[in-house]
């Protein structure tokens, strides 16, 4: 054997050895460089939402921002909630978007506690208190969230009045985008360019897991039917439970059994955090909204298409035989209450026979809207000579009282866009009307929150780990939501609860 073969067996030898050594040493000892570190810190800030509206994309929003890795939970096969069907726009003051002085419009907190009606002033001890802190922070937080929308190119620079509000304050987009399908898109749009966000829907979920009083992650069935496990701090933004008729709603409101509904069919999602310790607030305050439509190809659908707030705000009335029976721009609730004391519709489900019309004023300032309805056969363009043979007289004594030429007989002092003068009409004026009833869209109750949207047990302790935005929780409208404000509540309290969890995990 050679020196030169010798010296190269040895050195292969003396290799062989030094890689055995320095392998049982790396797997016997954890790698502990700063950079495994840092990369193990990141991983661990992991976050769940269950629900993918308003509340869900807002709260996934603001944890990516802050990077947290998040895994949004939807049960319908695709994202957007009832958030992506809003019409009216949201509630925002003061903003630079509001007409009159800059800044001036500071009554948003005294209508939403005049809104909130005797739920609220009847409240007393740490229940008021916390009525109070909610409605502070909805009200502190609207502008903010105006702003945080628009920065992410969202457009929203068109204001409306609606019902039971004092001052334009509802923000929609100037073009023909509704507002609801502007900002989830946007957001959307914005999560899934994001290595750090995850959606999976058509996935069910069927249990909160808590080990003493900390929430560590839930169960639930993926889009294939199997049944797993995702660990980590919960949002709960899962929405109400005005399409479970046969379920929380029959419970709760046994009294509305036959009403039509706004939502889809679904169950609530209350019972999975009060199976946890959760407690329930408000739960028999549902919101019935006035003007849903009935479809003329399908009246008898109990699932109705909402007839978006602001047509009244922009000057629609409300007709009844020809007449108007209340000042549209009272709340939904007083609005509700008016039409039900009118003779019911013959048929199921329980609806009534009352028209909304809005003339080419009204048309031009919603147009993007009434284009939408008039192409699903909701909304059609036609004249007063259609109308009731009362009609004629109740829209000129309308247009004079728009017109600042009399005081309107029902109270109503804002008329939106109305433009019909009272001299031009005329049988052969042109109107856009379209058949309207009440119809149940909305839950104020639900599990109790604080104002950094913490779930409360009986005791009134947050359970750690756990928060819940939206229409899932209650205590934030009292007796009757104001228009705008939903698209707000699940704003300010997603990413309200995004921030309260990033500091939980830091």
């Not at 016997?28 to 269950?50: C, G, H, L, R, W």
């Not at 009434?370 to 007063?384: A, N």
């Not at 019909?420 to 639900?446: C, N, Q, W």
Request: hydrophobic share 40%; with cysteine.
């Amino acid at each position: 054997m050679s020196r030169k073969t010798l010296l190269t067996i040895v050195s292969i030898s003396l290799f062989i050895a030094l890689a055995s050594i320095l392998w049982r040493h790396l797997t016997s000892t954890p790698f502990t460089s700063p950079i495994a570190d840092v990369n193990m810190a990141k991983e661990s800030k992991f976050a769940i939402v269950v629900g993918s509206g308003l509340a869900g994309l807002s709260a996934a929003s603001t944890l990516i921002a802050n990077g947290t890795q998040v895994t949004l939970f939807e049960r319908s096969l695709r994202p957007g909630g009832n958030s992506i069907k809003a019409s009216s726009g949201i509630n925002g003051a003061p903003t630079r978007y509001q007409p009159g002085p800059p800044f001036s419009d500071s009554f948003f907190y005294a209508d939403t506690i005049a809104s909130s009606g005797s739920v609220f002033t009847s409240s007393s001890g740490d229940v008021r208190q916390r009525r109070e802190k909610l409605t502070e922070k909805l009200v502190n937080d609207s502008a903010g969230c105006i702003e945080w929308l628009v920065k992410k190119g969202v457009d929203l620079s068109a204001v409306a009045q609606l019902g039971g509000h004092s001052f334009p304050r509802t923000h929609r987009g100037a073009g023909k985008t509704p507002p609801g399908y502007a900002i989830v898109s946007t957001l959307l749009n914005e999560l899934k360019t994001s290595p750090l966000f995850k959606l999976q829907t058509s996935c069910v979920v069927t249990k909160v897991l808590k080990f003493g009083r900390k929430v560590e992650g839930v169960e639930y069935f993926d889009a294939d039917g199997e049944e797993n496990e995702a660990r980590g701090p919960v949002i709960f933004a899962t929405g109400g439970f005005a399409g479970d008729a046969n379920g929380l709603l029959a419970t709760y409101r046994p009294d509305l059994e036959g009403f039509p509904s706004t939502n889809d069919a679904r169950p609530g999602s209350q019972p999975l955090l009060t199976a946890i310790g959760a407690q329930l607030l408000d739960m028999s305050e549902v919101q019935v909204h006035p003007t849903a439509f009935v479809d003329p190809k399908d009246v008898q659908s109990p699932v109705k298409f909402l007839a978006a707030e602001l047509l009244r705000g922009e000057g629609g009335l409300l007709l009844y035989g020809g007449k108007r029976f209340i000042n549209e721009m009272q709340t939904r609730k007083v609005v509700t209450d008016a039409i039900k004391t009118l003779p019911l519709a013959e048929g199921s489900p329980r609806q009534w026979d009352v028209q909304l019309v809005l003339d080419e004023g009204v048309y031009q300032n919603a147009s993007s809207h009434i284009d939408f309805y008039i192409i699903k056969g909701l909304i059609r363009k036609t004249t007063l000579s259609e109308l009731d043979p009362d009609a004629k007289k109740t829209v000129k004594e309308y247009s004079i009282a728009a017109a600042g030429e009399a005081e309107d007989k029902l109270g109503r002092t804002y008329f939106g866009h109305w433009e019909l003068k009272s001299d031009e009409v005329s049988s052969e004026s042109v109107v856009y009307i379209g058949r309207v009833t009440p119809a149940v869209h909305f839950t104020m109750g639900g599990v109790v929150i604080n104002e950094l949207a913490e779930v409360l047990d009986a005791d009134g302790e947050k359970i750690h780990g756990v928060w819940a935005a939206g229409e899932v929780a209650g205590g934030v409208h009292g007796e009757n939501r104001l228009g705008g404000s939903s698209l707000l509540e699940c704003c300010v309290f997603g990413r309200v609860a995004a921030n309260e969890l990033v500091k939980y995990i830091a």
